[in-house]
Each structure stands twice: as C-alpha cells, then as structure tokens.
C-alpha cells in the first residue's frame, strides 16, 4: 500500500525559503515517478516538479531557478527546495508516485498521494 507522508510547510513572507519533506512506503520507491503538486483556492491543481527514477527532474515555468527537488532512494525521501518564495505560491503542496505511467505532470497517472502541507506566503 502506497503511503507517503508530507512535512516542512509554514508561512514564510515573500523572498523566503521553505523545504517539504515527504516519506515513502508500500512500494519500489528507487523505481518510482515522484512529483510534487500545488493546489490553491480556485485554481486548477499543478505539477511543480517531477523526477524520474533516473534522478531526471523538470519544473513549471513559474518556479524554475527558485525549486530543487531531490530524490533519495536510500531513504526513501523526496524533497522540494523552495527559495526566493513568492505570494502566488500560496498553496496545499502534495506529494505523489507514479509507479506505472509515463513520468509526466499528469495528476491521473499518480496513483500514491500524500495528505498535503500548507505553504503560505505573505507579501
């Protein structure tokens, strides 16, 4: 059973940085598709940052050059990085697995979703 666990949000005003965490379990984690989505109030959910099993990773325009994700199989982590953070980031960020379709921001190929963290951020 896919279980992922998420941590490390807050609010932060508007240049900060924030880091969530998130834990796996249930599956072949170092096989996985792992991403993280953002949902806020009124908008339609987005694919923040994806990597592959390969420790490929892309990004949405909007948060290029500010996010990092990162993938440690070893301990079954995956983490996203957030500088320079702006209002418009403001959102629940989830992370997610993809064990069996192609590895690509769409939310119906993941299978494996955490319960959420806030991530708020004031101008």
């Known amino acids: 059973q896919v279980q992922l666990v998420e941590s490390g949000g807050g609010s932060v005003q508007a240049g900060g940085s924030l880091r969530l965490s998130c834990v796996a379990s249930g599956f072949a984690y170092s096989r996985a598709c792992m991403a993280w989505f953002r949902k806020a109030p009124g908008k339609e959910r987005e694919g923040v940052a994806i990597i592959d099993s390969t420790g490929e990773s892309t990004y949405i325009d909007s948060v290029k050059g500010r996010f990092t994700i990162s993938k440690d199989n070893a301990k079954k982590a995956l983490d996203l990085q957030m500088n320079n953070l702006k209002p418009e980031d403001t959102a629940m960020y989830y992370c997610?697995?993809?064990?069996?379709?192609?590895?690509?921001?769409?939310?119906?190929?993941?299978?494996?979703w955490g319960q959420g963290t806030q991530v708020t951020v004031s101008s």
């Open positions: 997610a697995a993809n064990l069996f379709y192609a590895c690509t921001p769409v939310a119906a190929y993941f299978s494996g």
